[in-house]
T-cell receptor
Framework: AQKVTQAQTEISVVEKEDVTLDCVYE???????LFWYKQPPSGELVFLIR??????QNEISGRYSWNFQKSTSSFNFTITASQVVDSAVYFC?????????????FGGGTRLMVKP | GAGVSQSPSNKVTEKGKDVELRCDPI?????LYWYRQRLGQGLEFLIY????????KSGLPSDRFSAERTGESVSTLTIQRTQQEDSAVYLC??????????????FGPGTRLTVT
């Protein structure tokens, strides 16, 4: 069965610091998809990124970057020069291709607090 | 365009009563999902609809939970004889056809259910 672990339940940083959110996953499938979502205080989940298991190329989008390593089953998320608006709960999620519905298995989330 | 909408945004009900939660997916999205998020936790998958196929109910926690979907539009999640442990935020998500490489799920704002 699939599983996603976000060992960091809460992280607090000061604005402009870099911060990395860890995500480790378990799956028996060779084809799967990994996601990160942001849940700000308003509560609505915001899609950030989708990565498929065949694409290990790291991705950068502005201050966000993602490091996917199949060898360690990790899909870590780094925010560079954090800002107060980055304060939110961040969820890593997994879906397996052989699961027709592609329903998501979520980690427990990491609450990021960025202080001014 | 319009995102996923859910109603009501908040619902307070007495233990033992039935409740109905509604979800309007993004137009053109054939897949619809319901998830539950208990306070301070990650999301748990409940049920999945895809077109006219039989729904995947594997995540429903008990037979008090049921859901329907009208074609590829509105869905309702019904909880009968509510219990206090049903208190949570119920999130609906929709996506284009899963497995087609565009299966990011977009979430609604959720319905916060409180059972007293």
């Amino acid at each position: 069965a699939q599983k996603v672990t976000q060992a960091q339940t809460e992280i607090s940083v000061v604005e402009k610091e870099d911060v990395t959110l860890d995500c480790v996953y378990e799956t028996r499938d060779t084809t799967y998809y990994l996601f990160w979502y942001k849940q700000p205080p308003s509560g609505e989940l915001v899609f950030l990124i989708r990565r498929n298991s065949f694409d290990e190329q790291n991705e950068i989008s502005g201050r966000y970057s993602w490091n996917f390593q199949k060898s360690t089953s990790s899909f870590n998320f780094t925010i560079t020069a954090s800002q107060v608006v980055d304060s939110a709960v961040y969820f890593c999620a997994l879906s397996e291709a052989n699961n027709a519905g592609n329903m998501l298995t979520f980690g427990g989330g990491t609450r990021l607090m960025v202080k001014p | 365009g319009a995102g996923v909408s859910q109603s009501p945004s908040n619902k307070v009900t007495e233990k033992g009563k039935d409740v109905e939660l509604r979800c309007d997916p993004i137009s053109g999205h054939t897949a619809l999902y319901w998830y539950r998020q208990r306070l301070g936790q990650g999301l748990e998958f409940l049920i999945y609809f895809q077109g006219n196929s039989a729904p995947d109910k594997s995540g429903l926690p008990s037979d008090r939970f049921s859901a329907e979907r009208t074609g590829e539009s509105v869905s309702t999640l019904t909880i009968q004889r509510t219990q206090q442990e049903d208190s949570a935020v119920y999130l609906c998500a929709s996506s284009l056809v899963p497995g087609q490489g565009k299966d990011e799920q977009y979430f609604g704002p959720g319905t916060r259910l409180t059972v007293t």
